[in-house]
């Protein structure tokens, strides 16, 4: 089974702080994603990533910053946390070039900034 | 345009019965396809079935089903025999583009349906 872990389940940061958000698969994936997800919203996607070292935006980039170094892990920066950007995050792996197969999720971070 | 709508932000349904949750969706590319989640209280999102746009039958999974209609592009999710345990928020999901493209193909959601089902 595809593992994607997230550093954190519940996280609370200040405003102002730089806020790292860090996310690991364990499926040689080649994609891996970024959402945010807000009631009544959906998910919406902050950035993703073809593969290491490449990255793209998704619809809502500001204020977000990616890093992907290595294959497995895939990190989220919150330059400088604002407390419109307290909400779930949510990170996906899959295999590039697999249409029909579902992204793969991890549990979840519930950021807060105060 | 919402590429993904979801019409029903709460939905209720008795124990054992079935229910429907509403999906349609906005594309002009003539290859794409449909996912549906389910994210229980818990938070992780779990995948439920998936429909290609060639697909000629609806998909099926166990006891969740999709009605499929393409000309009134349209994905609806049944859950048959409903259980204490489908009460969750799902989520439609859609990818445009080709299986194949070696891109990342990233999935455009609606805003979800929250279902609780009754004892």
């Known amino acids: 089974d595809v593992k994607v872990t997230q550093s954190s389940r519940y996280l609370v940061k200040r405003t102002g702080e730089k806020v790292f958000l860090e996310c690991v698969q364990d499926m040689d994936h080649e994609n891996m994603f970024w959402y945010r997800q807000d009631p009544g919203l959906g998910l919406r996607l902050i950035y993703f990533?073809?593969?290491?070292?490449?990255?793209e935006k998704g619809d809502i980039p500001e204020g977000y910053s990616v890093s992907r170094e290595k294959k497995e892990r895939f990190s989220l920066i919150l330059e400088s946390a604002s407390t419109n950007q307290t909400s779930m995050y949510l990170c996906a792996s899959k295999r590039m070039g697999q249409g029909h197969q579902p992204q793969h999720f991890g549990d979840g971070t519930r950021l807060s900034i105060l | 345009a919402q590429k993904i709508t979801q019409t029903q932000p709460g939905m209720f349904v008795q124990e054992k019965e079935a229910v429907t949750l509403d999906c349609t969706y906005d594309?002009?590319?003539?290859?794409?396809?449909l996912f549906w989640y389910k994210q229980p209280s818990s938070g992780e999102m779990i995948f439920l079935i998936y429909?290609?746009?060639?697909?000629?039958q609806n998909a099926t999974e166990g006891r969740y089903s999709l009605n499929f209609q393409k000309a009134r592009k349209s994905a609806n999710l049944v859950i048959s025999a409903s259980q204490l345990g489908d009460s969750a928020m799902y989520f439609c999901a859609m990818r445009e583009g080709s299986i194949s493209s070696g891109s990342a193909r990233q999935l455009t959601f609606g805003s979800g349906t929250q279902l609780t089902v009754l004892p």
């Open positions: 594309t002009s590319d003539p290859s794409y396809g």
């Open positions: 429909q290609g746009s060639y697909d000629q």
């Open positions: 990533s073809y593969d290491v070292k490449m990255k």
